[in-house]
């Protein structure tokens, strides 16, 4: 429900400003949270009708287009975490890969919710706009983390199993 009616060009300007806040107020809340909310075991865990990650190589392509994603991960020094480019295939490494990719699609997930934020100075029919706008540039974001992350989890198996039949032997 519109409650604040301003000029187009002050509209626009709104809009231009309240995006970035929205994205990296949800980036922010992502970063904070505890790393034991990502876990494997929750909502990121890989479901059985993705195929370990193949359904979105196999409808969108993934693997021809992730390297153009941006990686969001050192925008905060202290806290990110590269994904884009791993440094060490380090079981704990590729760990904390995943904890990452976990955080990332968190954050995507929560930068497309507020779109209705919008409502409160814009038009009805822009909110459509806003809310198409919100899953162009999270949405590949969100298949490139759901894509990777049983990848690096199958990764993270074969070392387990590796260190453990060398161990035995």
């Known amino acids: ?15 231009f400003l309240v995006w970035p806040v929205l994205q990296v107020s949800a980036a922010l809340i992502c970063l904070y949270l505890p790393d034991r909310f990502y876990s494997a075991r929750s909502f990121f865990r890989t479901h059985a009708f993705e195929k370990d990650g193949r359904i979105y190589d ?23 975490f590269r994904k884009k480019h791993l440094d060490s295939f380090s079981e704990e490494n590729l760990t904390r890969f995943l904890t990452e990719s976990a955080r990332g699609e968190l954050t995507h997930w929560l930068a497309i919710l507020p779109f209705w934020v919008f409502g409160f ?11 198409f706008y919100a899953l162009i540039v999270n949405m590949p974001c969100i298949l490139a983390q ?10 993270i198996a074969h070392l387990q199993k590796r260190r453990t039949h060398t161990l035995s032997e």
């Open 146 to 155: 759901r894509y990777n992350r049983p990848r690096v989890e199958r990764l």
């Open 1 to 15: 429900m519109r409650v604040i009616y301003l000029s187009t060009p002050w509209t626009l300007l709104l809009c």
């Open 121 to 131: 100075f814009v038009p009805p029919e822009v909110i459509w706009c806003m809310l």
């Open 58 to 80: 196999r409808i969108f392509r993934v693997s021809r287009w992730k390297h153009l994603l941006p990686d969001g991960g050192m925008v905060f020094r202290k806290r990110g």
